[in-house]
């Protein structure tokens, strides 16, 4: 399975951006996520999505991001409003299957 992610950006405070991440490879995927990692910080979990629909978010992303996923269950959004300068981070697209898989990072930069 491959993680192929896009949507980052540059985007001032307040803004708007839409993640996606697409996997390939004909397997059933249980959980798909979005992670974080600004710089000098560890990686952390932004949301995450399972294949029944049960959600969870990170509290400092509540009411404020959004996640999805496709019909077909291989693809996973991240509908980011109101972004704030600390959402700042190169954000990674997770997949859990019968391994964990990850995608490359796609960078997301608040700043006016």
């Known amino acids: 399975v491959q993680l192929q992610a896009s949507g980052g950006g540059l985007v001032q405070p307040g803004g708007s951006l839409r993640l996606s991440c697409a996997a390939s490879?004909?397997?059933?995927?249980?959980?798909m996520a979005w992670y974080r990692q600004a710089p000098g910080k560890q990686r952390e979990l932004v949301a995450e999505?399972?294949?029944?629909?049960?959600?969870r978010y990170a509290d400092p992303v509540k009411g404020r991001f959004t996640i999805s996923r496709g019909d077909a269950k291989d693809t996973v959004y991240l509908q980011m409003n109101s972004l704030k300068p600390e959402d700042t981070a190169a954000y990674y697209c997770?997949?859990?299957?019968?391994?964990?898989?990850w995608g490359q990072g796609t960078l997301v930069t608040v700043s006016s």
């Open positions: 997770y997949a859990r299957a019968n391994f964990v898989y």
């Open positions: 490879g004909s397997i059933s995927i249980d959980v």
């Open positions: 999505i399972s294949s029944v629909g049960r959600i």
